[in-house]
């Protein structure tokens, strides 16, 4: 599928009034190679704006050196128009004109452009070259995220594609019988980390029973004895005498 498809008309529109604001800043309203006034004519991979003169040469390098595109012709991609956004004239001959002397010859044009791109005579050495690749570029502010294609846009940690996974339960585990320490305590033993240097010897009067102290509650209950009641008293009677006859 063609990604030029999916851009709709009023985004296609957004996108015109947003290069027609880029046109307008001061650095854009010459052509970056010869100064020429009002250029209407782009390179998407460069991020420069250039006249229609020079936008013929540059098609001649070749798409792998620039894409010429047509600012008001032609239909432009977000990240495409993000991209000049983030360049545009200045910051583009900040780099391939970094080594330009002043007296550099402009006359023959074709010439100028070819050693400027082609043979980046004058690009810094130091600094790397603009390119869409290499750069990170903000779509939000041009639309919203439902006109965007899929494959232009960048999912953040806050989107539901993140939060589709079920979430983690922690498991946990019952435990089991009663620990150690409590069992010392119960039976007035001292802790497991405790050294004894010798076994203590008690008289027999004074050792617990287990048994004794876990029944010891039950030994304190009143038992009283609850006679029956006189119902039960006369049935038994009566089975006694059917039982006689």
Not at 70 to 85: G, K
Not at 90 to 104: F, G, I, T, V
């Amino acid at each position: 599928m063609n990604d030029k498809a999916s851009v709709s008309k009023e985004l296609n529109a957004k996108h015109a009034n947003i290069l027609e604001g880029l046109l307008k800043l001061p650095e854009n309203k010459e052509c970056a190679d010869c100064g020429g006034r009002a250029p209407r004519w782009a390179s998407i991979n460069l991020g420069i704006f250039i006249c229609l003169q020079c936008s013929g040469i540059h098609r001649s390098l070749g798409v792998h050196i620039s894409k010429v595109r047509s600012t008001t012709l032609d239909t432009w991609l977000p990240e495409q128009v993000a991209f000049m956004q983030c360049v545009g004239n200045e910051k583009s001959n900040n780099y391939w004109e970094a080594e330009l002397p002043a007296s550099a010859d402009r006359s023959d044009i074709g010439k100028f452009i070819r050693t400027k791109y082609q043979d980046k005579k004058w690009a810094s050495r130091y600094a790397s070259q603009p390119a869409p690749s290499t750069m990170i570029v903000e779509t939000s502010e041009l639309e919203g995220k439902a006109d965007i294609p899929r494959k232009a846009r960048k999912y953040s940690m806050e989107e539901d594609v993140f939060s589709e996974q079920p979430p983690q339960v922690p498991t946990t585990t019952r435990s089991r019988g009663v620990s150690m320490d409590t069992m010392d305590e119960f039976l007035n033993l001292p802790p497991n980390n405790c050294l004894i240097s010798a076994p203590s010897v008690k008289h027999k009067e004074d050792t617990k029973d287990l048994f004794s102290l876990l029944y010891a509650s039950e030994a304190k209950q009143d038992r009283t004895i609850v006679p029956p009641s006189r119902w039960a008293t006369f049935e038994c009677k009566y089975t006694l005498a059917n039982k006689l006859l």
